[in-house]
């Protein structure tokens, strides 16, 4: 997933296969990236990485009959692995990447897509059941590393009202590929899963092109300073604060749903494992429903600003994620579904949409901060799948029956959830030094 902290710190020009001259006058606006450019580069890796890290667990059960408890293994090895990824997002960038170093910022770029297009296609080439595990494993470390160099891109030689426009054309760009990821998918996925994973990682590969029309490093990012009075940047960074604690959550929430959707929605629509495809279809509209919630939310909070600086934004943000966290889960009816996932989506996106800004305005520009904020997520992606699993030992146990797993995975996060929010408040309401 996309990483919401400010971007990686630039690079000193130099030459390598991608690289072009410098800027004789030295005018960062001239090494600008054109934002279309990146955004639909940020497009183009979401095709392949979307359906790797959230499609995958429909494709799991479709190709090699994973179970549930099997799915949610798969997902805390996402979940590991993606903390491994943005804890060393840093270190290995600086490594790589740099005067004196073996790769441009541009040239690592292309050597990340490569790499994801080459796992995409690994299950398809083998047909395996140990291919899933390398690739979810992987992709997540990978990723970590790809979303802050893109990032990078995005936002430096940018500031203030420019900045923000690009950041809200990125969350559009990579939430609506989404969109299309299971759209695009629904007619393949049940005869030809495997080939589904390949043919979109091919993405990557096609999104090559579009380094040709980017400079070999990003241009300078100058340290934004907001144009605040003390206080209200003081109340700002707390904002922040609380709003990465309360993504932490709903990436939790979003973990423990995501394995479990594709069963849920069987479920409600009386389909078992061989589903007609007409019924797949239905699955797939009904499992998209919080993706293009999620979508509108981006599109109203770019355009309208009411909620920036306000805690309430944090009160609501809140009901929208437990109140359709709550409805998918236990739904008893399709439509119940629907209106659940609709409900998750508008929170996903309202809590994504201000970690996003308030890093924008008041976060740190420093590489290894935003890889433990990225850490800190990937502990939500944990969290999710380990309550589904404490629920699978109470199902073996006999405590539960094994239809009440959905049931016993929101017993868990529900109780993380009520923890997590008395701190996000106890956090919000603590006086402003």
């Known amino acids: 997933m996309p990483r919401t902290d400010a971007p990686l710190q630039p690079r000193t020009p130099r030459h390598d296969a991608f690289s072009e001259a410098p800027n004789a006058a030295g005018d960062d606006r001239s090494l600008l990236t054109p934002l279309p450019v990146v955004l639909s580069l940020t497009a183009v890796n979401n095709l392949g990485a979307g359906t790797a890290l959230m499609l995958v667990y429909f494709l799991t059960r479709q190709s090699f009959g994973f179970t549930a408890e099997q799915n949610l293994f798969l997902a805390l090895l996402q979940?590991?692995?993606?903390?491994?990824?943005?804890?060393?997002?840093?270190?290995?960038?600086?490594?790589?990447?740099?005067?004196?170093?073996?790769?441009?910022?541009?040239?690592?770029?292309?050597v990340l897509m490569a790499a994801l297009a080459g796992l995409c296609a690994l299950p398809?080439?083998?047909?395996?059941?140990?291919?899933?595990?390398?690739?979810?494993?992987?992709?997540?470390?990978?990723?970590?590393?790809?979303?802050?160099?893109?990032?990078?891109?995005?936002a430096s030689g940018r500031t203030d009202a420019e900045l923000r426009r690009a950041a809200g054309g990125f969350n559009l760009s990579w939430a609506g590929t989404q969109v299309l990821v299971l759209w695009m998918t629904a007619p393949f996925k049940e005869h030809h899963p495997l080939e589904v994973i390949a043919?979109?990682?091919v993405s990557h590969l096609a999104g090559l092109a579009l380094l040709l029309r980017m400079p070999r490093d990003p241009a300078d990012h100058h340290e934004h300073v907001p144009h605040m009075p003390v206080d209200e940047v003081s109340r700002y960074r707390r904002l922040l604060h609380c709003s990465r604690m309360l993504l932490v959550l709903s990436y939790a929430v979003f973990a423990s749903i995501n394995p479990l959707l594709d069963g849920i929605a069987k479920r409600l629509l009386?389909?078992?494992?061989?589903?007609?495809?007409?019924?797949?279809?239905?699955?797939?509209?009904?499992?998209?429903?919080?993706?293009?919630?999620?979508?509108?939310?981006?599109?109203?909070?770019?355009?309208?600003?009411?909620?920036?600086?306000?805690?309430?934004?944090?009160?609501?943000?809140?009901?929208?994620?437990?109140?359709?966290?709550?409805?998918?889960?236990?739904?008893?009816?399709?439509?119940?579904?629907?209106?659940?996932?609709?409900?998750?989506?508008?929170?996903?996106?309202?809590?994504?949409?201000?970690?996003?800004?308030?890093?924008?305005?008041?976060?740190?520009?420093?590489?290894?901060?935003?890889?433990?904020?990225?850490?800190?997520?990937?502990?939500?992606?944990?969290?999710?799948?380990?309550?589904?699993?404490?629920?699978?030992?109470?199902?073996?146990r006999g405590w539960l029956r094994p239809d009440q797993l959905s049931l016993g995975t929101f017993v868990g996060v529900a109780l993380l959830l009520a923890v997590g929010l008395a701190a996000i408040a106890r956090a919000a309401r603590r006086p402003i030094a």
């Open 270 to 396: 009386g389909a078992g494992h061989d589903a007609a495809g007409w019924t797949l279809h239905l699955i797939t509209i009904v499992a998209s429903t919080w993706l293009f919630s999620r979508v509108a939310m981006f599109s109203v909070m770019q355009r309208y600003h009411w909620w920036q600086g306000r805690r309430t934004t944090l009160v609501w943000s809140s009901c929208l994620l437990v109140g359709g966290f709550a409805l998918s889960m236990l739904a008893a009816h399709v439509a119940v579904l629907v209106v659940g996932l609709a409900l998750f989506g508008l929170g996903m996106g309202s809590v994504y949409a201000a970690a996003f800004y308030y890093a924008m305005e008041v976060g740190s520009a420093g590489v290894d901060a935003g890889g433990k904020h990225e850490a800190l997520i990937g502990l939500g992606y944990m969290a999710g799948p380990i309550s589904g699993l404490l629920a699978g030992v109470a199902v073996s």
């Open 124 to 154: 398809w080439a083998v047909r395996q059941p140990w291919t899933m595990w390398v690739l979810v494993g992987m992709s997540s470390a990978l990723t970590g590393w790809l979303w802050p160099v893109i990032e990078s891109y995005l």
């Open 199 to 201: 043919v979109m990682g």
């Open 79 to 110: 979940g590991v692995t993606y903390i491994a990824g943005a804890l060393t997002a840093g270190p290995v960038i600086r490594r790589l990447a740099g005067p004196g170093k073996p790769l441009s910022m541009r040239g690592l770029l292309a």
